[in-house]
T-cell receptor, first 114, second 113 residues
């Protein structure tokens, strides 16, 4: 069966510090991978999605970046965090065939930038 | 393009019904519905693919209109466990056979005794 791991669960970081959130998927190959951010009252905002190794599409201009060094590994990074980066970050995957399949979410990372 | 959800929030008493709407200005490939409990990851409810489709399980069902621009989620005889934020997600073709999944801002549903 497929599983998705996301860590850490919570993180408190000072403004200007770097960030690295990691997400890995097991039990499937060549999944579509997503990073979402959820801020209060703003729903699930799509940040990045990837259809393959090294293929990253950015949806929102920001100081965040994403990388996919391996087929089932998706990393969200920042060189310098801003206060506005605080939120609940969710990684998700769906079948590579695309369309008509559900997305499976990790348990999320609650990031607080202080 | 982010789908538009309404209402933003709704409060129900146990046993009452609710409808949550999701709309887009363009025809959608599909629409997803998820429910998220506070502090947890969203959980999949259902996907609709075809115009005019209706599906559901237990007392939660959804419809997709003929033009595939609007979907509604129906919660009947609500239970306390239905509380949470409901998101509709829409898939858009992004080229090379891939689809990106974009969500609305969510509808917060609170069921009270």
């Amino acid at each position: 069966s497929q599983t998705i791991h996301q860590w850490p669960a919570t993180l408190v970081q000072p403004v200007g510090s770097p960030l690295s959130l990691e997400c890995t998927v097991e039990g499937t190959s060549n999944p579509n991978l997503y990073w979402y951010r959820q801020a209060a009252g703003r729903g699930l905002q799509l940040l990045f999605y990837s259809v393959g190794i090294g293929q990253i599409s950015s949806e929102v201009p920001q100081n965040l970046s994403a990388s996919r060094p391996q087929d089932r590994q998706f990393i969200l990074s920042s060189k310098k965090l801003l206060l506005s980066d605080s939120g609940f970050y969710l990684c998700a995957w769906s079948d590579e065939a695309g369309g008509n399949t559900e997305a499976f979410f990790g348990q999320g990372t609650r990031l607080t930038v202080v | 393009q982010q789908p538009v959800q309404s209402p933003q929030a709704v409060i129900l008493r146990e046993g009452e019904d609710a409808v949550i709407n999701c709309s887009s200005s363009k025809a959608l490939y599909s629409v997803h519905w998820y429910r998220q409990k506070h502090g947890e990851a969203p959980v999949f409810l259902m996907i609709l693919l075809k115009g005019g489709e209706q599906k559901g399980h237990d007392k939660i069902s959804a419809s997709f209109n003929e033009k595939k621009q609007q979907s509604s989620l129906y919660l009947t005889a609500s239970q306390l466990s239905y509380s949470g934020t409901y998101f509709c997600g829409t898939e858009q073709y992004s080229g090379a056979g891939s689809y990106q999944l974009t969500f609305g801002k969510g509808t917060k549903l609170s069921v009270i005794p």
